[in-house]
């Protein structure tokens, strides 16, 4: 069992819909939540990070953590085409450096 | 403000070469990791370097080295390619040791192995 599962997609919306990209994780060690933005051939884009459980907004952004079914979720409200990438989700443990990453699920926003 | 740097950008390289892949971190950031991200998959943690030393390693073996220069670049040295080293190398840069949420990624370098 992978330490991070994340559906890859792709995941096809309409412009202005509010998408909903999530991840599950099996070590409840986990405390630092992040999801990135990787665009085609482009190198990971930190979008939203959370410590623990909670909600944590960023303009059309959300990230919410649910420790308790070791749940993420990264919510972008009023989608743009130019949102169209690959969301990453990752996470990793106080007093250890590595991130563990999702496979990515790829997002497509259509005009 | 520079973000990460990473050179080069593409790198073809046969089976059994070596090969050396470079980064330079944000502004500010002392602290490098290296990961591996092959098609279609999240990025692997490699190695980290703080402080000269690499501080954690991930699963990868002993063909994969690195180093950290005194003004905190890093280099990915990977020898004996094999066709499963094709891959996207990021390299990631840290703020401050300890900081676990705050690792920002460079743009890559592409390595294709014949």
């Known amino acids: 069992q992978k330490e991070v599962e994340q559906d890859p997609g792709p995941l096809s919306v309409p412009e202005g819909a509010i998408v909903s990209l999530n991840c599950t994780y099996s070590n409840s060690a986990f405390q630092y939540f992040m999801w990135y933005r990787q665009y085609s051939r482009k190198g990971p884009e930190l979008l939203m990070y959370t410590y623990s459980s909670g909600n944590k907004e960023d303009g059309r952004f959300t990230a919410q953590v649910d420790k308790s079914s070791k749940y993420i979720s990264l919510f972008i409200r009023d989608s743009q085409p130019s949102d169209s990438a690959t969301y990453l989700c990752?996470?990793?443990?106080?007093?250890?450096?590595?991130?563990?990453f999702g496979t990515g699920t790829r997002l497509k926003v259509l005009a | 403000d520079a973000g990460v740097t990473q050179s080069p950008t593409h790198l073809i390289k046969t089976r059994g070469q070596q090969v050396t892949l470079r980064c330079s971190p944000k502004?500010?950031?002392?602290?490098v990791s290296w990961y591996q991200q092959a098609l279609g998959q999240g990025p692997q943690f490699i190695f980290q370097?703080?402080?000269?030393?690499?501080?954690q390693r991930g699963n990868f073996p002993d063909r994969f080295s690195g180093h950290q220069f005194p003004n905190y670049s890093s280099e990915l040295n990977v020898n004996a390619l094999l066709l499963g080293d094709s891959a996207l190398y990021l390299c990631?840069?840290?703020?401050?040791?300890?900081?676990?949420?705050?690792?920002?990624f460079g743009p890559g370098t592409r390595l294709t192995v014949l």
């Open positions: 990752a996470t990793t443990t106080s007093g250890t450096y590595k991130y563990i």
């Open positions: 502004s500010g950031h002392d602290t």
């Open positions: 370097y703080y402080e000269e030393e690499e501080r």
């Open positions: 990631a840069s840290s703020p401050l040791a300890g900081q676990a949420d705050t690792q920002y």
